[in-house]
């Protein structure tokens, strides 16, 4: 049963457009979802999160929506960069000590 | 500020060998998760441990065990291992996972290999 779902295993944008990860869930109970990235032999790193409280969280480039009606939640780079470039995970959680995955998307930044 | 040390980086066994993985959390952080990823299925949880026992733990059989010791430092184990348990077991830690956002500092991860 996959709780977290991202539908896209890969995107591709050109450097300075805008890119947009998708991301869905079924648990209505999670409170927080989170961002984190993932390069080639590095762990994730985490990039940017969200309460369900709110509908929106800006951080720089970066700004995830949560549209809890859907069960949907997007992370949106605004420029894009070639260094951007890597896997992003969407993780949600239920204040418990388990963050639920998706299977991630590879975004690919072209010069 | 260290941050998660994970050893060994790489390791390959062959089916039915066991094996232990160990991470070091980032100082002053009490709580160690221990995850699975493979292509195509994302991060799956294994366990979370904070002061020395387990909190929560996923959907793996019994095969897969760890532990957390005073120091904070943990290992898990994986015995009777099978091809199926070729994967990168990235560790994480945290200050507390059971308030507020569950933000997660990972180590580089084991990549393990079963032949």
């Known amino acids: 049963d996959q709780q977290v779902k991202q539908n896209s295993p890969s995107l591709s944008v050109q450097e300075g457009r805008i890119s947009i990860l998708n991301c869905d869930y079924t648990n209505s109970m999670f409170d927080y979802f989170l961002w984190y990235k993932k390069y080639p032999a590095e762990g994730p790193t985490f990039l940017i999160s969200?309460?369900?409280?709110?509908d929106k969280n800006e951080d720089g480039r970066f700004t995830v929506f949560l549209n809890k009606s859907a069960k949907h939640l997007s992370l949106h780079i605004v420029p894009s960069q070639p260094g951007d470039s890597a896997v992003y995970f969407c993780?949600?959680?239920?204040?418990?000590?388990?963050?639920?995955f998706g299977q991630g998307t590879t975004l690919q930044v072209k010069p | 500020k260290a941050g998660v040390t994970q050893t060994p980086r790489y390791l390959i066994k062959t089916r039915g060998q066991q094996v232990t993985l160990s991470c070091s959390p980032i100082s002053g952080h009490r709580s160690v998760s221990w995850y699975q990823q493979t292509p195509g299925q994302g991060l799956q949880f294994l366990f979370e441990?904070?002061?020395?026992?387990?909190?929560n733990k996923g959907n793996f059989p019994g095969r897969f065990s760890g532990r957390q010791f005073s120091n904070s430092r943990s290992e898990m184990n994986v015995s009777t291992l099978e091809l199926g348990d070729s994967a990168l077991y990235l560790c994480a830690s945290s200050t507390d996972l059971s308030s507020g956002a569950n933000v997660l500092t990972f180590g580089a991860g084991s990549r393990l290999t079963v032949l």
């Open positions: 441990y904070f002061s020395e026992t387990q909190r």
């Open positions: 969200i309460s369900s409280i709110k």
């Open positions: 993780a949600a959680s239920r204040n418990t000590g388990k963050l639920i």
